[in-house]
């Protein structure tokens, strides 16, 4: 599975954000798709998942402000970033499980200043 992640750029605090993630067609949909990110000198965390069958997880630390999505029709996933803080800036990738191989993106920054 080959992940393209785009949408990635400068916002400034409480402003939002849409990142997008186009997969390649697989025989077999991924189990799993969901996005992690990377801040400078952090460890790399999950941020949000979703399942095939639609079911999301969110890390409490996004909780009611980021959205996941997928769109099977256009191989799409997406991540919606509301109300941004200053704590969201990180390299954010796209992953896919397919229970049989895990597969990452190259990442998109992401960066929330003033």
């Known amino acids: 599975v080959q992940l393209v992640e785009s949408g990635g750029g400068l916002v400034q605090p409480g402003e939002s954000l849409r990142l997008s993630c186009v997969y390649s067609?697989?025989?077999?949909?991924?189990?799993?798709m969901g996005w992690y990110r990377q801040a400078p000198g952090k460890q790399r965390e999950l941020v949000a998942r979703?399942?095939?069958?639609?079911?999301?997880f969110y890390a409490d630390s996004v909780k009611g402000r980021f959205t996941i999505s997928r769109d099977k029709d256009k191989n799409t996933l997406y991540l919606e970033i509301d109300d941004s803080v200053r704590e969201d800036t990180a390299v954010y990738y796209c992953?896919?499980?397919?229970?049989?191989?895990?597969?990452w993106g190259l990442g998109t920054q992401v960066t929330v200043s003033s």
């Open positions: 992953y896919a499980n397919t229970l049989a191989a895990f597969y």
């Open positions: 067609k697989t025989s077999r949909s991924p189990a799993f």
């Open positions: 979703i399942s095939n069958g639609g079911s999301t």
